[in-house]
């Protein structure tokens, strides 16, 4: 075993790297979420209180991982952020608008989103009309459906229980 510098301070080191983890959470997720969700708010609220939250959503992402259906998340945290946006034109909304298009919408894309043809006409055209008000609505409603199935199953996986054991009931950051 190699023995650390005499004036290293593991602390310190733990702190730095929770910090920067921290900071990586903030970048993935955004800073919608200030502090973390309780894992009693979440049984209480469910979904929505799920997506505001850090850790707890990262065991909800795994679980998406592992029923092949993370564009899901991927794509509801994008329209959210994409709602809250304050564009510079009506040409840089129109250019996200149709990049989340390409990227969810688009038949065989990498993350494309389970959704029927009558709510991807709907985006599809709305696009090619330039019209963003109310554009994603649909899907982004279709898509919280999805994600509410999916966390119902969660909420009976091993990995809810592995966050509750692991987050604890009133896990709470500041």
């Known amino acids: 075993m190699a023995a650390l510098p005499p004036n290293f301070d593991v602390h310190m080191s733990y702190k730095i790297k929770t ?62 952020q994409y709602e809250s946006f304050t564009y510079a034109s009506i040409v840089q909304q129109l250019a996200t608008a149709q990049h989340i298009h390409n990227t969810y919408l688009t038949r065989n894309s990498h993350f494309e989103v389970n959704l029927d043809d009558k709510v991807r006409r709907h985006v599809t055209n709305a696009l090619k009309e330039n019209k963003v008000e109310g554009l994603f609505d649909n899907a982004k409603r279709a898509v919280y459906s999805l994600l509410e199935s999916s966390f119902m199953r969660f909420c009976q996986t091993e990995t809810f229980s592995s966050m509750v054991m692991n987050c604890g009931t009133y896990f709470f950051i500041e």
């Open 19 to 80: 910090t920067k983890s921290s900071k990586k959470l903030d970048y993935f997720f955004g800073e919608q979420a200030p502090h973390d969700i309780c894992i009693r708010e979440i049984r209480k609220e469910g979904l929505k209180a799920m997506l505001q939250s850090k850790i707890p959503l990262c065991y909800f992402l795994y679980h998406l991982l592992e029923e092949f259906s993370c564009e899901n998340l991927f794509f509801f945290i994008e329209l959210e």
